[in-house]
């Protein structure tokens, strides 16, 4: 065990240091080295470090053998990498590995679609909900309209908070979603409806092809604010304790409806967004 004292005492440590002091007195050291042998005026009576010996000392700490000397400046580099990098390889993996599931999920929905009807419409559940029934809400919303027989429906839980690497990887995958996914209808909380209008995500309510049909409740319309627009503009429609919901885990947030497109089966869309309104209390 004398080795490994000493070398704790040359990089000025205490034995129960851990292994990231050690790495941060090491970078420090060898930058401090580096600074030295870089002088003109070099201070006598201040010995220079041994580079050598900073080495040495940090290669034992860590486990590596003596023997593999020649590479001590190859693992150097890759450890600082490392150090200081670390938190960016770990987002480019959870990119890569998100991206490689949504495709993979997509190549399975494909396969799926081949086999059902086709789809009178699309519906995203997009927010902090982190378990819906989709087969339930698909059910209750087939209720409203009992001739279709299939509306696609997708759920993208976004966490309120990132907390984990878990939160991480399913905030990557809702902007996934966001870019991949064509629904018309949005069934969102206010958080994010607040930040996808600013986006200019959605469409403006008045402006929506039979808009003043629909007979909405003011008091229901929620405002919000694109960088376009000089004031908030009705962008919503509150639907929250709509029976559509009923033994849907989707408590705790407001329930808020809007329009993202309105190019592909229009009268359809309407026809559904008409029956929720009816159905809202």
Known sequence: MEPLKKAYETLGLPEDATREQVENRYFILMKRARA????TNVNEETPALDLGEVNNAYNIIIGIESGKAGTIEKQSKYAHFMYYYKFHVIISIVVVLIVGYMLKEGIDR???????????????????????????????????????????????????????????????????????????????????????????????LEELEGWKSL???????????????????????????????????????????????????????????????????
Not at 183 to 202: C, E, K, M, P
Not at 256 to 265: C, F, N, S
Request: aromatic share 8%; glycine share 4%; no cysteine.
């Open 110 to 204: 494909r396969r799926e679609l081949a086999n059902l009807p086709p789809a009178s419409t699309s519906v995203s559940v997009f927010g902090n909900f982190y378990f819906v029934d989709v087969e339930k809400l698909e059910e209750d919303m087939l209720g409203l309209i009992p001739e279709w027989e299939r509306i696609e429906l997708f759920h993208t839980y976004v966490p309120k908070e990132i907390k984990s690497e878990q939160d991480m990887a399913m905030q990557q995958k809702s902007i996934l979603s966001l870019m991949t996914q064509h629904s018309n209808l949005y069934i969102l909380d206010h958080r994010n409806f607040t930040a996808l209008v600013s986006q200019g995500a959605f469409i403006k």
């Open 215 to 281: 007979n909405v409740n003011p008091d229901e319309l929620v405002s919000a604010q694109s960088e376009e627009d000089t004031a908030p503009v009705s962008y919503g429609i509150d639907i929250t304790g709509n029976p559509i919901f009923n033994e849907i885990e989707v408590t705790g947030e407001r329930l808020i409806l809007a329009i993202r497109y309105t190019d592909k089966k229009w009268e359809e869309t309407r026809m559904l967004l008409e029956k929720i309104i009816q159905a809202t209390p």
């Open 36 to 39: 030295e042998q870089s002088r």
